[in-house]
């Protein structure tokens, strides 16, 4: 059984910067491929940005490519997201999550998909 814990969540101003990391708990981490969704009241999670557990693959949403990166360190067990350039649509919660047995390049993008998810870090952003 994964446990995964998110942190680095706060509340910025636009244009600021943060970055968020999933510790993850447990024996398996490195063949899982994890991500980032996020979530405001009344929507569903959304998918943010995904890795796969090589590494080899990655994919962001639109709405964050270029601004967003994510990145693993599969010796710490963690993930990470880099956030730049934040805007206020970026407010949500945010939730790592992981999927096992996709593969060394498999990557999902629905929620539903991944087995494991972190408890939320809240993340705001003041114009």
């Known amino acids: 059984q994964e446990q995964l814990i998110e942190s680095g969540g706060g509340s910025v101003q636009a244009g600021d910067s943060l970055r968020l990391s999933c510790e993850a708990s447990?024996?398996?981490?490195?063949?899982?491929?994890t991500a980032w969704f996020r979530q405001t009241p009344g929507n569903e999670r959304e998918f943010v940005a995904g890795?796969?557990?090589?590494?080899?693959?990655?994919y962001y949403a639109d709405s964050v490519r270029g601004r967003f990166t994510i990145s693993r360190d599969n010796a710490k067990e963690t993930t990470y997201l880099q956030m730049n350039n934040l805007k206020p649509e970026d407010t949500a919660v945010y939730y790592c999550?992981?999927?096992?047995?996709?593969?060394?390049?498999?990557?999902?993008?629905?929620?539903?998909?991944?087995?494991?998810w972190g408890q939320g870090t809240r993340v705001t952003v003041s114009s």
């Open positions: 890795v796969s557990y090589s590494g080899g693959n990655i």
């Open positions: 447990g024996r398996a981490f490195t063949i899982y491929a």
């Open positions: 999550a992981a999927d096992k047995g996709r593969g060394a390049y498999g990557l999902a993008y629905y929620a539903h998909e991944y087995d494991y």
